[in-house]
């Protein structure tokens, strides 16, 4: 089963327009955290913003906020005034603890990304 | 600074040959990651190494060998791969606070495109 899912393939949107990436996911971990990723053309994986599963409040990081809705298992990424630069495939992705039986201990190393979402910024 | 870097950008190789994938990062980061992402595909998770140690490997085909010689270096060894193996191969590392909070958030390095004939 999809632990991550991004049902929007692709995405367009005016330029300064606001654009809603969707991201539901599911897990059975108390503790889990949410991010998103912008992966332009050239490959680089480029960090945009986190949520803490027992955040109180909507993460925000300039142009860039998630809608965290906890009951609904969604953590959707806002882009106020988007811009050309813009344009790239958004990714979506959950960590989760991950028990380590021969170590003795926890890992928060495993992201699970979902397929993400191309977003097309038109001037 | 959150900056990772991979050499080379481009590696063509055959299948016989012998090569190594080469991560950098001077940001302290204790933990270090591999990722696989296949064309249109979203990146596979396959070696983790925290304070040097492997501490997860997500049943990886042994003609992939990870090596971290020390905390800001981890290296990927490519040894008789097939051409189901062509991919970009992606560099992460974070802190290893071992508490899962936003300190733990992952950087990632520009990728290898690998070409494997």
């Known amino acids: 089963a999809q632990k991550i899912t991004q049902t929007q393939p692709g995405m367009f949107v005016q330029e300064k327009e606001a654009v809603t990436l969707d991201c539901t996911y599911d897990?059975?971990?108390?503790?889990?955290?949410l991010f998103w990723y912008k992966q332009p053309s050239s490959g680089e994986m480029i960090f945009l913003i986190y949520?803490?599963?027992?955040?109180?409040q909507n993460a925000t990081e300039g142009r860039y906020s998630l809608n965290f809705q906890k009951a609904r298992k969604s953590a959707n990424l806002v882009i106020s005034a988007s811009q050309l630069g813009d344009s790239a495939k958004y990714f979506c992705?959950?960590?989760?603890?991950?028990?380590?039986?021969?170590?003795?201990?926890?890992?928060?190393?495993?992201?699970?990304f979902g397929q993400g979402t191309i977003l097309t910024v038109h001037p | 600074d959150t900056e990772v870097t991979q050499t080379p950008k481009h590696l063509v190789m055959g299948m016989t040959n012998k090569k190594s994938l080469k991560c950098e990062q001077h940001?302290?980061?204790?933990?270090m990651y591999w990722y696989k992402q296949k064309a249109k595909k979203p990146p596979e998770l396959m070696f983790v190494?925290?304070?040097?140690?492997?501490?997860i490997n997500e049943s990886v085909p042994s003609r992939f060998s990870p090596e971290c010689p020390n905390s800001s270096l981890l290296n990927l060894h490519l040894h008789a791969l097939q051409p189901e193996d062509s991919a970009l191969y992606l560099c992460a590392s974070s802190q290893a606070t071992g508490t899962g909070d936003a300190e733990d958030t992952q950087y990632f390095g520009p990728g290898t495109r690998l070409t494997v004939l």
């Open positions: 897990t059975s971990d108390p503790s889990y955290g």
């Open positions: 992705a959950m960590r989760e603890r991950t028990i380590l039986p021969n170590a003795g201990g926890t890992s928060y190393g495993k992201l699970t």
């Open positions: 940001m302290g980061h204790r933990a």
């Open positions: 190494y925290s304070y040097e140690k492997l501490s």
């Open positions: 949520q803490g599963s027992y955040d109180q």
